[in-house]
């Protein structure tokens, strides 16, 4: 008989992990605080790794129709706007919608999902637990992260990132002829604003007036507004006695890094030594070795040269010289892409 194995955070990571482990017949409880759907503060596109990954959850079809990109936009306040092409397609897909079908795909797989559950971070070192239950809290954090659809879609193609005054914002077509509106805000005092408003008035203090126009004209769905406080970006590190996935282990800066499709790529990592587990052929903690030091080599240097691209971005300084580059063709698009996002899997 398998080991069971407990998965603490219901989020892209754990849910993909549910999934592999019940292909593969290892009994599986997850817990997860929330309850689904629900939207989350996400750029809600996958890299060309990230559709693979997908594809092999079966969660995503070449016939769903889902927007695809090829493009990605640079621009600058209201000024020029630079244009490259992907080292990869993107596919736009709503966290509303993955994790919905992640959810149904795991119990229908006959996984025990139990919403509403949450267990303290200490069961996180127990054996056979694995830790996905997303980023904590950083008091000291000068980030906020602020997301929602808007009502319809005037531009279905590419990923457009849009620069501000401490803020960059990715806008990018999902399902449902919407666009997704993500940004990450450097903290300031924006006001008394309702929940609705939030968005719109951080573009504006941002200098991003145009886009704030652009998204009230195309409407806002309010019930898809979400919002994150004390961001802690980077790579958080690999505890010695658990095994810590998603958001947990890393929250790669949005800019320069598919966090989504890391998310998937760490619970793909870790599939193969907590199946060995489950079968009875590594100990709990050759199982903890063994899946951080494939997290380490695949992920960390990647967090961490993204991390150190980050702060380049979001001062007037650094953008205004990366748009530079940008159009005068010296940027090494191609080679920073790949270094930040990693490379496709095999099928």
Known sequence: MKRPVTIVGGGVAGLALGVRLRERGVGVVLHEAGSYPRHRVCGEFFAGQGEAYLRRLGVVAETDGLPRHSVSHWQRGSGKTVSMKLPQGALGLSRHRLDRDLAARFERLGGDLRAGSRLPEKAGGRPGVVWAAGRAPDPRSRWVGLKAHTLRADHPEGLEVHFGEGAYVGVSAVEGDRLNVCGLFRKREWGRVKKEAALPRALEVAGLGALAERVARLGLDEASFSAVSGLRLGWRGLPADRIHLGDALAVIPPFT?????????????????????????????????GSNRLLRVRLAGRCRRAAWLHPLLLNPFGQRMLLLAARGGCLPFRSLHRLTHGTAPAH
């Open 257 to 289: 890094g598919d966090g989504m499709s890391l998310a998937l790529e760490s619970a793909f990592l870790v599939e193969e030594p907590l199946v060995a587990y489950a079968e009875g052929k590594l100990d709990w903690a050759a199982c903890v070795g």
